[in-house]
């Protein structure tokens, strides 16, 4: 399968892979226009999208540094209560752990193995002992589970794509595994964020792993796309009715997908507008 020579691999495309080869085949090499609802409230869904998009600039801001008393109006203000709730639990507990060079909203491309690779970080902190820590924030109505967030494409990524190109950003030589961090914040547990340290053998595996990864796509053929084996995916599929696995969107409360923000949007970006890294 020849992928157009700009396509940009991210965790959300990749992620879609994992889970069924042929979503990835529909979104990205067909480009299907499926009508068909990811879950069966579709409006709350959006409510609940456009929440967590307004709460992610709630804080992008205090990190660029609005003053707290205009975000606390801004968060007061929102439509829904919860909003402000959120923005409180923040201010208690995630200042203290924000100390360091901040690269805020950023995004990182590299040329791996041959192709384009992007990753949209929310915060990069580059510490005085020459750590780096990477946050997320994330507004699901369930804080994940470490195994599960050590599994998901975007751990894996963000942390090796940081390993790789970190050393451009902060002006380091190098940066060593043990050196990187990944942080979620949950609204839904604000004092219990979830901190996943990197490691040499983890680096190691996510780089055969992504190797692996992109090679398998870039070698499939048009019909060598299968469909995922687990079918309670496709509940929460747009292409479910087009392969004959149901008709009716899951329950929006049973939804798995942990971030409810429309991530894809945020990688409608111009590679060549971006650093490339070789490695």
Not at 205 to 214: A, I, P, R, V
Request: charged share 30%; aromatic share 12%.
């Amino acid at each position: 399968m020849n992928l157009p020579q700009d396509f940009n691999f991210t965790q959300s495309n990749l992620q879609d892979y994992v889970d069924c080869p042929y979503r990835f085949y529909m979104k990205y090499i067909l480009r299907t226009k499926w009508p068909a609802l990811v879950v069966d409230d579709a409006l709350e869904f959006e409510e609940r999208s456009q929440t967590g998009a307004r709460f992610h600039r709630l804080i992008q801001q205090y990190l660029l540094g609005v003053p707290e008393s205009r975000l606390a109006e801004m968060a007061e203000a929102d439509p829904n209560p919860e909003v402000v709730n959120w923005w409180e639990d923040f201010l208690k507990v995630v200042p203290p752990l924000l100390e360091g060079d901040r690269s805020i909203e950023i995004t990182l491309g590299a040329n791996a193995f041959g192709k384009h690779l992007l990753a949209k970080y929310d915060l990069i902190l580059a510490k005085q002992d020459g750590s780096l820590s990477i946050f997320d924030w994330k507004t699901s109505r369930v804080r994940a589970k470490k195994n599960w967030l050590l599994d998901r494409i975007q751990t894996r990524l963000y942390r090796w794509m940081l390993l790789q190109t970190g050393a451009a950003l902060t002006g380091r030589v190098t940066i060593q595994p043990n050196q990187v961090t990944m942080h979620y914040w949950f609204t839904a547990s604000p004092e219990e964020p979830v901190t996943l340290p990197y490691n040499l053998d983890d680096c190691e595996k996510d780089h055969t792993y992504f190797k692996s990864l992109l090679e398998e796509i870039q070698a499939k053929a048009e019909g060598d796309f299968s469909h995922t084996e687990d079918t309670r995916r496709c509940k929460y599929c747009v292409y479910r009715s087009h392969c004959d696995r149901g008709i009716e969107a899951g329950d929006l409360d049973s939804f798995e997908g942990f971030d409810e923000e429309a991530v894809e949007s945020a990688f409608d970006i111009d590679f060549d507008e971006i650093e490339e890294i070789e490695f």
